[in-house]
């Protein structure tokens, strides 16, 4: 495997947040209490982190039952007792996608394991942790994949099973209706072990999240990964005083956030979420669907409010307090509270993310200081393109790079058409750009000594007539475009595995498809590859 760094500033749609947070800029201080870069301080981090000794316990009794439940590893066992007796936790986590989700899953535990491992060499006793989020209830974001077909062309898997709407994922019981879409992936996948994996996990009465926890048992055993399901009732209840607090101090919370907000605004940063007056970090159920909260007025008499207005149900702060108490399963974090509860779960030394979870931190401080004490930092996660031998082999045949795929299909086609006009017509077109040039730049200085102020009408004219070239230049790729139906098919086959739907290739395409094709011998070397203070976008070509 060879590898090559892109930064962030070349990848499209980068935020200016996030890119400041990777140069660790003055202006991202206020929002992250340290830098991206781990070893420079995850043992003054450790030396500072405290965690209650009976929570420690309970929580590592729940993760023990939830992991031996899957089929854990020896190493994931030994990495529970670790945990129970003082180990801090790397911390990642991904909603339970179809069949693992993107490869960018991969990556994140892949992560988690690399910063354990360097904080035990450290000195400081950490385990990797995978929270799978289980009470999310966006069933459209999880209950499909994508995989490529023998052409290259990405195949969307999807189950049909369901709770009702808007029920949290855990919910979500599969029924018989996976057999054929397991069968479907078999075919795509062709014959090994993750394929058997994926035969071995989603069966008719798993759930979604279960499905996923059993085939990253599977995939990570050799790595120890702790696998943590966030729906378990055992775990609600631990959380109640959050839950509660959230609740209670709904106003003094709502306040800190929208400082923030406005700060992070400021800065010239965005908000990854809105926050309004009436936001209330919980969820609640209601006949089933997961039902966010909301609040009117302040303080002891708030009145809170679940549900839209024709079902709305109204009800005091005591009361709702009473139902976390006597219930505390019925309820669930937001994307706002939900690392806190986290890190109220577990001895949490780092969070390690992407972009999006890297926005979300700049935010969650407020509830951070606020309900916990301290900021939990979090760290970039390892990212990534692979390259297949037969996409390198395009690339060198049309002198392009990875990058170049970026640009989006339609530019992409455009160029390839470009590289592959006719040499006579590509070498008249040079010609007749050079020589225009030179012609045109003594043109101007000659200009220059007989009348300086037909300088810029020069310079005019000197515009139109490279703007007319080019566009001359264009039509002539286009034609070759619609000419060459080949070209048209290498630019559809590079979009596809490099930068499918315009968006990068560890978020389109299922890690099971690069599981499948390359063996655990992949997890290996990519995770020889991960080098935690190097924050680039990888290259790799496999």
Same mark, same amino acid.
């Given at each position: 495997?060879?590898?090559?760094?892109?930064?962030?500033?070349?990848?499209?749609?980068?935020?200016?947040?996030?890119l400041?947070?990777?140069?660790?800029?003055?202006?991202?201080?206020?929002?992250?209490?340290?830098?991206?870069?781990?070893?420079?301080?995850?043992?003054?981090?450790?030396?500072?982190?405290?965690?209650?000794?009976?929570?420690?316990?309970?929580?590592?009794?729940?993760?023990?039952?939830?992991?031996?439940?899957?089929?854990?590893?020896?190493l994931?066992?030994?990495?529970?007792?670790?945990?129970?007796?003082?180990?801090?936790?790397?911390?990642?986590?991904?909603?339970?996608?179809?069949?693992?989700?993107?490869?960018?899953?991969v990556?994140?535990?892949?992560?988690?394991?690399?910063?354990?491992?360097?904080?035990?060499?450290?000195?400081?006793?950490?385990?990797?942790?995978?929270?799978?989020?289980?009470?999310?209830?966006?069933?459209?974001?999880?209950n499909?994949?994508?995989?490529?077909?023998?052409?290259g062309?990405?195949?969307?898997?999807?189950?049909?099973?369901?709770?009702?709407?808007?029920?949290?994922?855990?919910a979500?019981?599969?029924?018989?209706?996976?057999?054929?879409?397991?069968?479907?992936?078999?075919?795509?996948?062709?014959?090994?072990?993750?394929?058997?994996?994926?035969?071995?996990?989603?069966?008719?009465?798993?759930?979604?999240?279960?499905?996923?926890?059993?085939?990253?048992?599977?995939?990570?055993?050799?790595?120890?990964?702790?696998?943590?399901?966030?729906?378990?009732?055992?775990?609600?209840?631990?959380?109640?005083?959050?839950?509660?607090?959230?609740?209670?101090?709904?106003?003094? #919370?709502?306040?800190? &956030?929208?400082?923030? =907000?406005? !700060?992070? *605004?400021? @800065?010239?940063?965005? $908000?990854?979420?809105? +926050?309004?007056s009436?936001?209330?970090?919980?969820?609640?159920?209601?006949?089933?669907?997961?039902?966010?909260?909301?609040r009117?007025?302040?303080?002891?008499?708030?009145?809170?409010?679940?549900?839209?207005?024709?079902?709305a149900?109204?009800?005091?702060?005591?009361?709702l307090?009473a139902?976390?108490?006597?219930?505390?399963?019925?309820?669930?974090?937001?994307?706002?509270?939900?690392?806190?509860?986290?890190d109220? #779960?577990?001895?949490? &030394?780092?969070?390690? =993310?992407? !972009?999006? *979870?890297? @926005?979300?931190?700049? $935010?969650?401080?407020? +509830?951070?200081e606020?309900?916990?004490?301290?900021?939990?930092?979090?760290?970039?996660?390892?990212?990534?393109?692979?390259?297949?031998p037969?996409?390198?082999?395009?690339?060198?045949?049309?002198?392009?790079?990875?990058?170049?795929?970026f640009?989006?299909?339609?530019?992409?086609?455009?160029?390839?058409?470009?590289?592959?006009?006719?040499?006579?017509?590509?070498?008249?077109?040079?010609?007749?750009?050079?020589?225009?040039?030179?012609?045109?730049?003594?043109?101007?200085?000659?200009?220059?000594k007989?009348?300086?102020?037909?300088?810029?009408?020069?310079?005019?004219?000197?515009?139109?007539?490279?703007?007319?070239?080019?566009?001359?230049?264009?039509?002539?790729?286009?034609?070759?475009?619609?000419?060459?139906?080949?070209?048209?098919?290498?630019?559809?086959?590079?979009?596809?595995?490099?930068?499918?739907?315009?968006g990068?290739?560890?978020?389109?395409?299922?890690?099971?498809?690069?599981?499948?094709?390359?063996?655990?011998?992949?997890?290996?070397?990519?995770?020889?590859?991960?080098?935690?203070?190097?924050?680039?976008?990888?290259?790799?070509?496999?």
């Amino acid at each position: 495997m060879k590898a090559h760094c892109l930064p962030f500033g070349q990848i499209p749609y980068s935020t200016r947040l996030f890119l400041d947070f990777l140069a660790y800029s003055p202006k991202v201080h206020p929002f992250y209490p340290r830098a991206p870069y781990f070893k420079d301080w995850l043992r003054e981090e450790a030396t500072a982190l405290r965690h209650d000794s009976s929570r420690r316990e309970r929580v590592s009794g729940i993760l023990k039952r939830q992991n031996e439940s899957w089929g854990a590893s020896s190493l994931t066992l030994s990495n529970l007792e670790r945990l129970r007796n003082g180990a801090c936790a790397v911390v990642t986590g991904q909603q339970v996608g179809l069949f693992g989700g993107p490869m960018f899953a991969v990556y994140k535990a892949l992560t988690a394991v690399k910063l354990a491992e360097e904080a035990t060499a450290a000195g400081v006793d950490a385990v990797p942790v995978f929270w799978l989020a289980t009470s999310d209830h966006d069933l459209a974001e999880v209950n499909h994949v994508s995989i490529p077909g023998p052409d290259g062309v990405l195949q969307t898997l999807s189950t049909s099973s369901h709770d009702v709407a808007g029920a949290p994922v855990s919910a979500v019981r599969l029924s018989e209706e996976i057999l054929p879409v397991v069968d479907q992936a078999a075919t795509l996948l062709g014959d090994s072990a993750a394929t058997q994996f994926l035969r071995e996990s989603y069966r008719p009465g798993e759930t979604l999240g279960t499905a996923f926890a059993r085939l990253c048992t599977r995939v990570f055993a050799q790595y120890g990964v702790i696998l943590l399901d966030a729906s378990d009732p055992d775990l609600h209840r631990l959380a109640r005083p959050i839950y509660r607090a959230a609740i209670e101090r709904a106003d003094e #919370l709502e306040a800190a &956030l929208l400082d923030r =907000g406005q !700060a992070l *605004e400021a @800065a010239g940063y965005h $908000q990854q979420v809105k +926050v309004t007056s009436s936001s209330v970090l919980l969820f609640t159920l209601q006949n089933g669907a997961r039902t966010p909260i909301h609040r009117r007025g302040n303080g002891a008499v708030a009145e809170f409010v679940i549900g839209g207005e024709a079902e709305a149900e109204k009800i005091s702060q005591a009361e709702l307090v009473a139902r976390i108490a006597s219930a505390p399963e019925q309820f669930s974090p937001n994307v706002l509270l939900r690392p806190v509860v986290q890190d109220y #779960l577990l001895p949490t &030394l780092a969070y390690t =993310g992407g !972009a999006a *979870e890297t @926005a979300y931190f700049a $935010q969650v401080g407020a +509830v951070y200081e606020a309900l916990v004490g301290r900021n939990t930092p979090i760290v970039p996660r390892f990212s990534a393109t692979l390259v297949e031998p037969k996409i390198q082999r395009l690339l060198e045949r049309h002198g392009i790079t990875v990058p170049d795929v970026f640009s989006g299909p339609d530019a992409l086609r455009q160029q390839l058409a470009a590289r592959n006009l006719p040499r006579d017509l590509q070498a008249a077109f040079d010609t007749a750009k050079l020589s225009m040039e030179k012609s045109l730049t003594a043109i101007r200085e000659k200009l220059a000594k007989l009348d300086p102020t037909l300088v810029d009408a020069a310079q005019t004219a000197t515009s139109k007539m490279q703007h007319q070239l080019e566009r001359l230049y264009t039509q002539a790729t286009r034609a070759e475009l619609r000419q060459g139906e080949l070209i048209g098919r290498h630019a559809e086959t590079l979009s596809q595995s490099l930068y499918p739907d315009k968006g990068l290739q560890e978020r389109g395409i299922g890690g099971i498809y690069f599981l499948a094709r390359y063996g655990s011998e992949l997890l290996g070397q990519i995770y020889s590859t991960i080098q935690t203070d190097c924050h680039d976008h990888q290259i790799l070509e496999l």
